[in-house]
């Protein structure tokens, strides 16, 4: 059949010929990711510390991930981490072969493992999950869509976790196909959705929904030029969201729009110079004045592109490409951003050198953006990090890769601090820390910002010194 889909190595859309898979991400190859396993040695600390604040270093690590049983293609489309918690939640799709329709994919990090959640599905449907946010650990929204085979109509799927169990819920239509690609979630009672439609013409328009807490309620969104769709949004409160994607009238040329809790109202989006035109895949905002969205731009050869909100206007931030970018067969794309702050985000991005699809990451410390150092699962062939979701300690990416074995397996990455030091906050005493390094009282310890109950551990060094003195 011939569907309208984003490819998972490339977020234009355009039309291709499969047989039964309905992605806006495409088809990705590959099997099981490797299991890295790190020590750890509790110990409690003597008395409170006073930690100082200083710039941090991180490395990634592949997370091991299950694929639903009896499936050759599974895939993670986007994730949703809760701050102050250890919790994050990743959706997707996966099919048992390219012949046979796809389910909806779910899977939660509880701090340890990933494992996957029971998630329902339309009857007669082809159903892929694009976007999830979780505004609580008991609470997450995901959106995306279902194909009906029998008028081959495509219509937007919802579905809410009460932190027991999936539930569908109902959504509105326009024409014959509809499609959300993502969602941002404030509280329980109010979510921001964001996608396109298909118009009487057959051309695409951006189109946007809200959650009240019942009920999925249509709005208008502004179609400045010939066709448009979102791709990307995030909302710092129901009265403030920024969505982001593309629109072409000849051109494709960035897309961004902003809702003030009445209407949306279009925001001129930048291109570089010497671009002919980009758009911008992902955002994401800490406030009304502060958001970062990403993307690529047409310059020769495509490259990366970073756009900061400062309240009034979108500029663009220099960003990094992998030092292969040139021998790329497309674009090289952030496709997904998460900030914490004005002086911290981090990208996911993707590109094919040499024609194999690979992922990177960049990481903005307010000053700028620098690329990251990222590992590879056992026997990797092709990927790519299509999501990313930060808390103000940690970052989870996911997507899918390629190996022999399997034609697509989900992938999921997070990054370790390795020398973070916590701004003025004290460590109670007789709490526990695993991981990175940290000056705590002229004592090296080591710290894991994983955990929200931080525990102090010294590091051997120091447990030498002590015993000599002792």
Known sequence: MTLNTRSAFGRRLR????????????????????????????????????????????????????????TEISGLSSISCVPGTTRCTAVGSSSRTLSTITRTLAERWDGVHWRIQPI????????????????????????GTAFHSSNRHTTPLTEVWNGKSWRVLASPTVGSRTQLNAISCTSATWCEAVGLFDDSTGKSQAFAEWWNGSTWHAQTAVRPVNSSMFTGVSCFNPHACFAVGSQSDGDTRPLTQWWNGARWLVRAAPVPTGANGGYLSAVSCTSPSACTATGTDFRPGGVTLAERWNGTSWRIQPTPNPSDWKSSFRSVELDGVSCTSTVACTASGEYAPAGNADYFIERWNGGGWRLETTQRPGGFMHGALLAISCTVTRCSAVGAYTRVSLLQSTLAMADRLTSHYLSRSRLRPGTMMIGGLASVSGQNAWLDLDVSDFTLVPCLEDLRRQSRKD
């Open 15 to 70: 039309t291709i010929r499969l047989r039964s898979v309905h992605t806006r991400k495409g088809l990705l190859i590959g099997t099981g990711p490797i299991v890295l396993l790190v020590g750890v040695m509790p110990i409690a600390a003597p008395g409170g510390a006073d930690v100082n604040s200083r710039s941090a270093a991180r490395t990634w690590h592949v997370q091991p991930t299950p694929n639903p049983s009896g």
């Open 120 to 143: 329902p599905t339309p009857a007669g449907t082809s159903d892929t999950l694009y976007g999830v946010s979780c505004p609580s650990a008991s609470v997450c929204m995901t959106v």
